[in-house]
């Protein structure tokens, strides 16, 4: 059984940083995509960041140049680095592995 645990959620104010973490339970290797996913109250859930298990990179237009996305193998973990945050990126986000297999959500709140 696959489990994916998120972390790193919080409070932080517009111009501030997160890291969100997210672990598995099972070798990140099996997954062809990793990835971060959010959702905003009263809005569809929408791709923030990908990541392919040879490093290839997709990302919202909204997060370029400010989110990345990375994962650490053999400590089973992907990662969101979030810089410059605005209100706007105020969601809760999820975890994914191939679209399949999702966390229970990490909320983020940017004050503005």
């Known amino acids: 059984q696959v489990q994916l645990v998120e972390s790193g959620g919080g409070l932080v104010q517009a111009g501030g940083s997160l890291r969100l973490s997210c672990e598995t339970s099972?070798?990140?290797?099996?997954?062809?995509?990793m990835g971060w996913y959010r959702q905003a109250p009263g809005k569809q859930r929408e791709l923030v960041a990908d990541m392919t298990s040879g490093g290839s990179t997709k990302y919202a237009d909204s997060v370029k140049g400010r989110f990345t996305i990375s994962r650490d193998n053999a400590r089973n973990t992907v990662y969101l680095q979030m810089n410059r945050l605005k209100p706007e990126d105020t969601a809760v986000y999820y975890c994914?592995?191939?679209?399949?297999?999702w966390g229970q959500g990490t909320q983020v709140t940017v004050s503005s």
């Open positions: 994914h592995a191939e679209a399949v297999y």
């Open positions: 099972g070798s990140a290797f099996r997954f062809a995509a």
